[in-house]
């Protein structure tokens, strides 16, 4: 009998709640923070907050699911969901007003999340130890981006995801990160698609492929550094980087052999190359005085 | 009284109390709890409230009957429920599950 009275007002308040769910909304609330929840699991459907400006639940470390709603609040600028280490999947992004985004160290989201339409308000992006291995092709749907620091280990980039507006990229601390090959493994893809990034740091194992695979993702580079990296040679299409007035390789332990340098460098570091031989060293002198 | 800002330096201080102590502040608008622990959660929080910041919220679930239809910033940091969601009414409010 208990149980059946409990059922039965259970019942009533559930109805009473679907009843008025029709009837009113959240239509006030901007600003939802849930943080450092360590017992948050799941978060269900927030469609209900048409005005949401600001959601953040990071450090919440028994997080296991979002709902597809959170995807879809139109008036959401910021959403942060940093360090929610259990989190495996995120939902698809549909977010047009959405000015920031946080997501790193989520340590378990393996994908980066879809993005279904174009965001075109998130200027800078920082994607910190996440095990993401690429980003989708729907990245190109931050249309404002123009700044993206990456530091996972593993990352392959491809050319389609530099947006028109990137102008500086960073890839720090990859274990292993390269330009990636086009789907039909015919090309790279960055042989066939130009990018307008500026500035690039990469501080991480890249090797000779750096240069084969990217140099057109580089033609319009002016700051390069590729501080402790794997490089043997510096190629003799280096001379094609007519925008290039700064270049670090300072720690590159196995450079051995400069073959060419761009024509307007201005600045060349080249700190602990261990491996520049006085030959390689005098190639360089005679490059560094043809240039000047 | 309009705002409410419990904000003590000692962090390890535990509010006994039996719940009831909003139900003389029916014109809260603002309540913030910072930097202290109560004994348990509110049996009635003020329908005015726009801005609800309490850090280590003590209960798994709001008052029954707090209408959050006025809310504008709602923040729980550090809190003990397991999920969240909203189902629509303002009665309902922030639906929390334990």
């Known amino acids: ?292 | 009284m309009v705002c409410l800002d419990l904000s003590p330096s000692d962090r390890g201080e535990v509010v006994e109390w039996n719940g009831t102590a909003f139900q003389d502040m029916e014109n809260l608008k603002i309540l913030i709890i910072r930097n202290c622990k109560f004994s348990k959660g509110p049996k009635y929080l003020p329908n005015k409230l726009t801005v609800l910041e309490w850090w280590r919220y003590p209960s798994p679930c709001l008052p029954y009957d707090f209408n959050a239809n006025k809310l504008v910033i709602c923040e729980l940091p550090d809190s003990c429920f397991t999920s969240f969601g909203f189902h629509g009414s303002s009665k309902a409010n922030l639906n929390i599950f334990s």
């Open chain 1, 1 to 292: 009998m208990l149980i059946d009275k409990c059922i039965q007002i259970y019942s009533l308040i559930h109805i009473s709640f679907s009843l008025l769910f029709f009837l009113q909304k959240f239509e006030n609330l901007t600003v939802l923070k849930f943080d450092y929840g360590k017992h948050l699991t799941r978060i269900h459907d927030i469609s209900d907050l048409p005005n949401l400006e600001k959601l953040s639940f990071k450090w919440c470390e028994s997080l296991v699911s979002v709902h597809n709603s959170v995807g879809f609040l139109t008036k959401l600028k910021i959403l942060i969901a940093e360090r929610c280490e259990k989190l495996r999947r995120f939902p698809p992004l549909n977010l047009t007003s959405l000015e920031r985004l946080e997501l790193s160290y989520c340590s378990s989201l393996e994908n980066f999340p879809e993005i279904l339409g174009k965001m075109g308000n998130i200027r800078k992006l920082s994607l910190l130890k996440l095990p993401i291995k690429e980003l989708p092709d729907s990245f190109q749907n931050l249309t404002g981006l123009q700044e993206l620091d990456l530091n996972c280990d593993f990352v392959h980039l491809s050319g389609n995801v530099l947006t028109p507006d990137l102008t500086r990229l960073y890839v720090l601390t990859c274990k292993e990160w390269k330009w990636l090959k086009s789907k039909e493994g015919e090309e790279d893809v960055g042989s066939t698609v130009s990018s307008n990034v500026q500035s690039f740091w990469g501080s991480c194992n890249l090797d000779d492929e750096f240069f084969s695979a990217g140099f057109t993702q580089l033609a319009q580079v002016r700051q390069l550094w590729l501080v402790n990296g794997n490089v043997t040679f510096l190629p003799e299409r280096m001379k094609e980087f007519h925008h290039l007035n700064a270049l670090d390789v300072s720690y590159c332990e196995n450079l051995h052999e400069i073959r060419g340098l761009p024509p307007n460098l201005k600045s060349f570091r080249a700190i602990k190359c261990t491996s520049l031989t006085s030959l390689g060293s005098s190639m360089l002198l005679n490059q560094v005085l043809s240039c000047f």
